[in-house]
């Protein structure tokens, strides 16, 4: 049976991989399209508050996004980091690629190139962020805080703890697709041709330093594609894997033959070695539609796929 086109993506963000198949299905559709399409829904749904506006303030109770788009076709890229009060981040990583020569913009630089490209500027904070912020604060650095006293918003709150945003205990089979197992999506896009596209976009860590980067808008790190070969996207503790570009990795692996669950492990298996108690997962397929996931920190990981195979949009998962 038919293995192809394919759409895959981390966790069980379902109507994001049912958004991407629709558009991949589409004449003239391609999968940059689909990408963008799946991963948009996620960032409108706000798939599990880890991804698009209202989720993971800052130190300073701010939300800012990480996102990227790429084309494994063309080896383009668009990405943005630190992404300021504009909601549709992977709108913006694909306007960087599509109508400028750079890669990777970041803070509030990327959000004016943002409203030069026509996006629209607004908050991204939602009273639930606020609370989370108001919450952390409390706990980190004002024992007697009252919620009534907004804090000197550029006063430090440390010293920095991020809270490991995978769950760490709660995966048990029933309530492995409950609604705070999940995270950032990461998506490869697969067509009938064997072109091939991956992007990421999340709110990153709750409580970051502002400032900080993730793995998710870092190619090679977060996602990568490579037509004829395959494509790779990952999701967990971005500071640690962006340091072993886990998804650039597993493609390699890809071209040398390596099958994709293989590829997802392989490459894994030197952030475990050196960080045993990172959390993070990895989704893989290939240029011929087969895939694979692997993950380490938790108990179990899900995914989500849609091919002619599946039938309709499936929940996989695997075992860490
Ligand atoms: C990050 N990898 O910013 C992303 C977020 C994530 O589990 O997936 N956290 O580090």
């Excluded at 996620?42 to 130190?59: A, F, I, K, L, N």
């Excluded at 943005?80 to 599509?98: E, F």
């Amino acid at each position: 049976q038919a293995l192809l086109p394919l759409v895959i993506n981390t966790w069980p963000f379902t109507n994001a991989t049912a958004e991407a198949w629709e558009t991949i299905e589409q004449r003239n559709s391609t999968p940059v399209d689909a990408v963008v399409a799946g991963c948009r829904v996620c960032q409108t749904e706000r798939c599990d508050g880890s991804v698009g506006y209202g989720g993971s303030p800052d130190e300073q109770g701010e939300t800012t996004l990480d996102a990227m788009i790429m084309n494994g076709e063309t080896f383009e890229v668009g990405a943005v980091g630190d992404l300021r009060r504009v909601k549709d981040a992977i709108g913006v990583a694909r306007a960087v690629m599509d109508y400028s020569q750079h890669t990777l913009l970041a803070g509030e630089s990327a959000t004016s190139f943002a409203l030069e490209m026509g996006f629209k500027e607004e908050s991204l904070s939602t009273n639930s962020s606020v609370q989370m912020w108001l919450d952390w604060r409390s706990r980190n650095c004002q024992p007697n805080y009252r919620k009534s006293v907004i804090p000197n918003p550029t006063k430090s709150c440390g010293p920095y703890k991020p809270r490991p945003r995978l769950p760490t205990v709660r995966q048990k089979a029933s309530d492995s697709v409950g609604p705070d197992n999940h995270d950032t999506i990461g998506m490869v896009v697969i067509d009938e041709e064997g072109k091939i596209a991956a992007g990421t976009s999340t709110n990153g860590m709750d409580h970051k330093i502002p400032g900080r980067v993730g793995d998710s808008p870092i190619m090679g790190a977060g996602a990568y594609a490579s037509s004829g070969i395959g494509g790779a996207a990952a999701t967990g503790d971005g500071d640690i894997m962006m340091r072993f570009l886990p998804s650039f990795q597993a493609v390699s692996l890809l071209g040398q033959g390596v099958p994709p669950m293989d590829a997802a492990a392989l490459s894994l298996k030197p952030i475990s070695k050196h960080y045993p108690t990172f959390v993070g997962a990895l989704i893989v397929a290939d240029v011929h539609g087969k895939f694979g996931a692997a993950c380490h920190g938790i108990s179990e990981f899900h995914y989500s796929v849609r091919s002619p195979s599946t039938g309709a949009v499936q929940v996989m998962s695997v075992k860490c």
